[in-house]
């Protein structure tokens, strides 16, 4: 398993074939350039945790992502 930190809590998650954006927030951009992520997940929707530009920049270079969103 390979994790990579971009800025303040996006995480990405490299698992054999298995690609994971986790919280792509907004002080961090690197992630939006990102090809072949299999899974977006979002913990919470605060914008340091989730940013909707980020998160359509995601899903637009990953039209075959799932996403998921965890219930506190």
């Known amino acids: 398993m390979n994790i990579t930190k971009f800025g303040h809590s996006c995480l ?5 074939e298995l690609r994971i954006i ?16 299999d899974v977006l997940i979002i913990t919470h929707e605060h914008e340091d945790h989730c940013d909707i530009n980020s998160v359509a920049a995601i899903v637009k270079n990953n039209p075959k992502i799932r996403s998921s969103r965890t219930k506190a």
């Open 12 to 16: 990405f998650v490299e698992e054999q």
């Open 22 to 37: 986790v919280d792509p927030g907004t002080y961090s951009t690197m992630q939006n350039g990102l090809h072949d992520i």
